[in-house]
């Protein structure tokens, strides 16, 4: 069973200074919204997936988790506390109850499935309730990386094509990347989250196809020659994402108009995770 890719959570603390950034690059970012545990967010809406910029906002509301329960909240704190960058990985999901069901049948480490709201604003400036539930994956070989899918329940106040027109022309997630000390090791647990015919593996390492988008994970001299700045990682972590664009011109004059460096690699435009709040950003021709 593959599961799509739905978004992409990467932290930057400061969430002003990166709402900011991104629209320098190019993006449409929907107003700051905040959940009921703490943290803050605001997104890049694109066809099918999104980009989950996150911060915290009010500490003292953060849960700590209880036995058998996952506290977002606090797990994207305590990866604040490290690092500034991508911290999950997150699947569509049309029954988050049925797929926590499905990880506790595959042997994965899951937990209480979770349901929360929060208020959204539309474009029009008028406020709504929209709601999710959300089933948690980790693994004890990735303490800096986790997966959770994600159901929505009001997807008609959440999707607005308001939001989802860039002048940088971005319209999917085309991959996540990851680095590994040893990228073979980690293809029995993908092959439970995504199946087993999603697995695939070349001289970089090993690559997961999701359905929309895929996972790449890199073995460290394969990180480091697509990401000069990659350290060599202790664990399994993300460094980075590709996003596809209709334009790839327009991206780039939008870069050098705004000053912001960049390279070209192999028909693809790169910022380094030092100028993207510890994640390289790809911008790639739309397949």
Sequence with gaps: MQR???????????????????????FTLTPQAQHPF??????????GGFLEFLAIGEPAAIP?????????????????????????????????????ADFLAKGLDTYAPFDFERRARLPDGSEVTVGFSLAFVTHPAMPEAAFFVCQQHAPQYFWKT????????????AEIVMAAPEPAALAPFFAKLQGEESLGQDAE??????????????????????????ERPATPR???????????????????AEKVPYREL?????????ENFGAALEFAPAR
Excluded: W
């Excluded at 058998?68 to 109850?97: P, T």
């Excluded at 460094?239 to 870069?255: K, N, Q, S, T, V």
């Excluded at 693809?268 to 030092?274: D, I, P, T």
């Design 238 to 256: 993300f460094i980075g994402y590709r996003l596809e664009l209709r334009d790839l011109a327009a991206a780039a004059a939008i870069l050098e």
């Design 38 to 47: 703490g943290t803050a967010n605001s997104l890049v809406q694109l066809q």
């Design 64 to 100: 700590t988790a209880a036995p058998g329960e996952f506290s977002f909240a606090a797990y994207n704190a305590d990866f604040l506390e490290k690092r500034r960058g991508v911290s999950m990985l997150v699947f569509a999901s049309e029954d988050a109850r049925r797929d926590h």
């Design 162 to 173: 308001e939001y989802q027109r860039h002048a940088n022309t971005a319209v999917a997630i």
């Design 205 to 230: 390492g090993l690559v997961v196809s999701t359905g929309r988008g895929r996972i790449r994970v890199l073995g460290v001299a394969a990180a480091r020659a697509r990401f000069p700045e990659v």
């Design 266 to 274: 192999g028909g693809v435009l790169q910022v380094a995770a030092s």
């Design 4 to 26: 799509p890719i739905d978004h992409i959570v990467h932290c930057v603390g400061d969430l002003a200074a990166a709402r900011r950034f991104h629209q320098r690059l190019g």
